[in-house]
């Protein structure tokens, strides 16, 4: 009886070890690049360097954040993006500005680049939000840097929360993006409106 009890606890100690050892696989989202729209001739005789859009530092890391009540923040330890989403906002307003065709050139900020204006922004969030139901929260300004004057010369604040169609993780990723996308295309319309009242040369 003693080794059966013995034989039992070893089984069961070696069990308990093996699946405390398992290491629970990370899963990976992406923000997609926005769509090409049907790109015209260059409308604004203007060169634009994307700079770089700062973030608190949740937002610079790689887990994906959620809001439990209106200051409490957390993160999911095996849910991340595949790059931080500073980043990924920045390379997507970066593709967004090139494929709408209206400016004489659109790069990234660098030792190289040369510009009229200078975009730079925050990324004040990208999160779970759940007050009243499941939501996706995004908020970011960007503003606009002349080089000539040293002067910012507009700006643009987005916040929505969108509510997400689902109750797991992917579908909140899925709200984010579609949030995502529609931030940045009401940035891009009303950039070009600000060129548009420019006087012309």
Not at 11 to 34: E, F, H, I, N, Q
Not at 73 to 81: F, S
Not at 171 to 199: T, Y
Request: neutral net charge; contains cysteine.
């Amino acid at each position: 009886m003693r080794r059966f009890c013995t034989a039992f606890l070893t089984a069961a100690a070696t069990l308990l070890l093996v699946s405390c050892g398992a290491a629970r696989p990370s899963k990976y989202y992406s923000l997609d690049l926005p769509g090409a729209s049907a790109a015209g001739g260059n409308t604004h005789e203007v060169a634009l360097l994307v700079g770089h859009l700062s973030a608190p530092h949740l937002y610079r890391d790689d887990r994906l954040v959620y809001r439990t009540g209106t200051t409490e923040i957390g993160t999911y330890e095996y849910h991340r993006w595949a790059e931080p989403p500073s980043d990924m906002l920045e390379a997507m307003l970066l593709h967004l500005l090139r494929a709408s065709g209206k400016y004489r050139t659109v790069q990234r900020l660098g030792s190289n680049a040369r510009g009229d204006y200078i975009l730079r922004g925050r990324l004040h969030r990208l999160e779970e939000g759940n007050s009243g139901g499941l939501t996706a929260r995004v908020a970011f300004e960007i503003e606009l840097y002349e080089q000539a004057s040293g002067t910012t010369v507009w700006s643009h604040f987005y916040s929505h929360d969108d509510p997400v169609n689902g109750k797991d993780v992917p579908a909140v990723v899925e709200a984010m993006n579609r949030n995502v996308q529609r931030g940045l295309a009401e940035v891009a319309a009303r950039l070009d409106q600000f060129f548009d009242s420019l006087p012309k040369k």
